[in-house]
């Protein structure tokens, strides 16, 4: 199993830049690809970004693709969010999220974090 736990949310004005981090316990990190997903209130839970176990694959959401990158850190077992040109639209609770070792298969995710609140105001 992993736990996982967000950090980096906040408030930022429109246009602006924040970096979400989650932190993995464990030693099996690396077996583990990971994604971000994000529900705005009143709406469901969204997928937003996926990375494999190597790092060298990603997907994103059409919402969010040329503003936000995931990218991991398999030695600090930690997977980031860089995110970019904020809009108002991407204020939402974002969770991070691992599907079972080994798999990428990001929509059947087992193992989630708390959530972090971005808020993005205009």
């Known amino acids: 199993q992993v736990q996982l736990v967000e950090s980096g949310g906040g408030l930022v004005q429109a246009g602006g830049s924040l970096t979400l981090s989650c932190a993995a316990s464990?030693?099996?990190?690396?077996?583990?690809?990971m994604a971000w997903f994000r529900q705005a209130p009143g709406k469901e839970r969204d997928f937003v970004a996926g990375?494999?176990?190597?790092?060298?694959?990603?997907s994103y959401a059409d919402s969010v693709k040329g503003r936000f990158t995931i990218s991991r850190d398999n030695a600090k077992n930690t997977a980031y969010l860089q995110m970019n040109s904020l809009k108002p639209e991407d204020t939402a609770v974002y969770y991070c999220?691992?599907?079972?070792?080994?798999?990428?298969?990001?929509?059947?995710?087992?193992?989630w974090g708390q959530g972090t609140q971005v808020t993005v105001s205009s």
């Open positions: 990375i494999n176990l190597s790092g060298r694959s990603t």
């Open positions: 464990g030693r099996t990190f690396s077996t583990y690809a």
């Open positions: 999220a691992a599907p079972k070792r080994y798999s990428i298969d990001y929509g059947t995710c087992e193992y």
